[in-house]
T-cell receptor, first 116, second 114 residues
Framework: AQSVTQLGSHVSVSEGALVLLRCNYS??????LFWYVQYPNQGLQLLLK??????LVKGINGFEAEFKKSETSFHLTKPSAHMSDAAEYFC??????????????FGAGTRLAVHP | GAGVSQSPSNKVTEKGKDVELRCDPI?????LYWYRQSLGQGLEFLIY????????KSGLPSDRFSAERTGGSVSTLTIQRTQQEDSAVYLC????????????FGQGTRLTVV
């Protein structure tokens, strides 16, 4: 079975600083990877996804992520943090079950705090 | 609407009562997921539907929890004899099932057991 590990349950950055949220995965097949964001009291919203095209994926709100097969990583970055980026971020991988079913496997999440 | 709809948005119930949570997925989405998110915690997988069948029920925490899906569309999650530890936000998501497509989430149902 595939799995996702997000290093750091809490990350705090200053406004304007680089945001780096880490995600490592394990997969026995070529992975499909996703980053979601959850703002307070809301559902999850897709930020970006990797589906085996370009290894550098650009998403909404200035976020991007780079797929590195050799490191089994899919870290999320943003050059300059805004106060509005404060949220919970989840990395996910699409698992393939027997019978051809697909299922999303989520990491534990990283809570990003942005301070002035 | 075009998105995943969950009802009710908030539910307060007394300990020991049964509750039903409803999820209306996006039309045409064959995959449907239920997750639980306790306060300040990550996403806990509960159950996954492909059409009306549930190939993965491994996340249901006890036999008080059950779920069904009818007509390949609406799903209900039922919690019997609710306990205080069941208090959480229950999230539903649907997907077209292709590996390269994302799941779309509803806003969740906040369940409080008093």
């Amino acid at each position: 079975a595939q799995s996702v590990t997000q290093l750091g349950s809490h990350v705090s950055v200053s406004e304007g600083a680089l945001v780096l949220l880490r995600c490592n995965y394990s997969s026995s097949v070529p992975p499909y990877l996703f980053w979601y964001v959850q703002y307070p009291n809301q559902g999850l919203q897709l930020l970006l996804k990797y589906t085996s095209a370009a290894t550098l994926v650009k998403g909404i709100n200035g976020f991007e992520a780079e797929f590195k097969k050799s490191e089994t990583s899919f870290h999320l970055t943003k050059p300059s943090a805004h106060m509005s980026d404060a949220a919970e971020y989840f990395c996910a991988v699409s698992d393939q079950l027997s019978g051809g079913y697909n299922k999303l496997i989520f990491g534990a999440g990283t809570r990003l705090a942005v301070h002035p | 609407g075009a998105g995943v709809s969950q009802s009710p948005s908030n539910k307060v119930t007394e300990k020991g009562k049964d509750v039903e949570l409803r999820c209306d997925p996006i039309s045409g989405h064959t995959a449907l997921y239920w997750y639980r998110q306790s306060l300040g915690q990550g996403l806990e997988f509960l159950i996954y539907f492909q059409g009306n069948s549930a190939p993965d029920k491994s996340g249901l925490p006890s036999d008080r929890f059950s779920a069904e899906r009818t007509g390949g569309s609406v799903s209900t999650l039922t919690i019997q004899r609710t306990q205080q530890e069941d208090s959480a936000v229950y999230l539903c998501a649907s997907s077209p099932s292709d590996r390269n497509t994302e799941a779309f989430f509803g806003q969740g149902t906040r369940l409080t057991v008093v």
